[in-house]
């Protein structure tokens, strides 16, 4: 009889693919891929795809949400959390010191040095998780049509991006009676070549009360903190403000970070003067270098928008809480 994976084991591979997950989206789901699928073999090859098309569809980072269901396939909730989180926190904890030494130094001639040198190895890295999740993931000529009939929309035609993933789901229904028809086991043993065969937990089908209970609770945990502050502090202090103005913009970030960045710097420039032109690019050198979503290049905006307009607090104190 196969043994269960063991939770410990399972968090000390999250942190290993959170300290290499640098590249953008693209990186992050090739280095999730190269240990997950190929080397470990706890995730199947169809059930990865199927959960990174589905995460595509989603607002958000699309990286960090295929981090946290594969999380919960493996161990449940704790599972997802663990995994969900563990992603963030070294991209987290490096622009936030990144952050502070943007403000405390005048002179960041060393940190973009740094940022010089590290550019064109995560562009290499990059260009070569494209290339490995596009050969695995364009198996048929339709699929490959789609894609290249996307990239032309984007890149020529400007077209939106939620506009060309209806477009690519629609086509997709219209063939699918002619497709073959993918499985997704739910308990499958899966060896690990390096150990002996594990056998994932069983995926039960969700309820509807689970999920309504579930979604209440983050609903929950993402205003209440909003509305106290705003009870406490008035509707117009910059805490208030950032809350708001990022709980807009998570909701409109289809197609990863670059679908709203233009945005983000548009209102945090002319709108609400937290950022002086040419800093965004600044924030989106450090978030490009760093481990973790690129649209984590919201702290760097929080943390400058709070540090200038700090109210009562001290000015470093400000940042940090914004």
């Not at 595509?56 to 704790?78: D, I, K, N, S």
């Not at 960041?108 to 695995?136: C, D, E, M, N, S």
């Not at 990863?256 to 710097?265: D, R, S």
Request: charged share 10%; proline share 7%.
């Amino acid at each position: 009889m196969p043994a269960r994976l063991p939770f410990s084991i399972a968090v000390g591979v999250w942190v290993r693919v959170a300290l290499q997950s640098f590249g953008g989206p693209a990186g992050q789901i090739a280095v999730m891929h190269r240990i997950l699928v190929e080397e470990k073999r706890w995730v199947t090859e169809q059930r990865f795809l199927h959960a990174l098309n589905y995460c595509m569809l989603l607002p958000g980072p699309e990286a960090q949400q295929l981090a946290t269901y594969l999380g919960w396939v493996l161990h449940g909730t704790r599972g997802a959390l663990v995994a969900g989180s563990l992603f963030v926190l070294p991209g987290f904890l490096a622009i936030l010191a990144l952050s502070v030494l943007y403000v405390a130094f005048a002179d960041v001639t060393l940190v973009q040095a740094l940022f010089y040198g590290l550019k064109p190895a995560v562009v290499a890295v990059v260009l070569a998780a494209v290339l490995r999740i596009g050969r695995r993931a364009l198996r048929t000529r339709l699929q490959a049509a789609i894609a290249a009939a996307a990239f032309l929309g984007i890149f020529f035609f400007a077209l939106p991006f939620p506009a060309i993933v209806l477009a690519a789901g629609v086509v997709g229904l219209l063939a699918s009676p002619w497709l073959p028809q993918p499985h997704f086991p739910g308990g499958e043993a899966i060896p690990a070549p390096e150990a002996e065969p594990v056998t994932l937990r069983e995926i039960p089908r969700p309820r509807a009360a689970t999920a309504i209970a579930t979604a209440g609770a983050g609903l929950a945990l993402w205003l209440a903190p909003l509305g106290a502050l705003a009870l406490a502090l008035g509707r117009d202090h910059v805490f208030v403000l950032e809350g708001v103005f990022f709980s807009k913009a998570a909701v409109v970030t289809f197609g990863g970070a670059y679908a709203v960045l233009a945005y983000v710097a548009q209102q945090a420039v002319e709108v609400y003067g937290w950022l002086q032109p040419g800093e965004m690019l600044d924030g989106l050198g450090m978030a490009e270098t760093t481990p973790g979503p690129l649209i984590q290049v919201v702290q760097f905006v929080g943390f400058l928008g709070a540090y200038r307009h700090p109210g009562a607090l001290d000015p470093m104190w400000a940042g940090l809480l914004g």
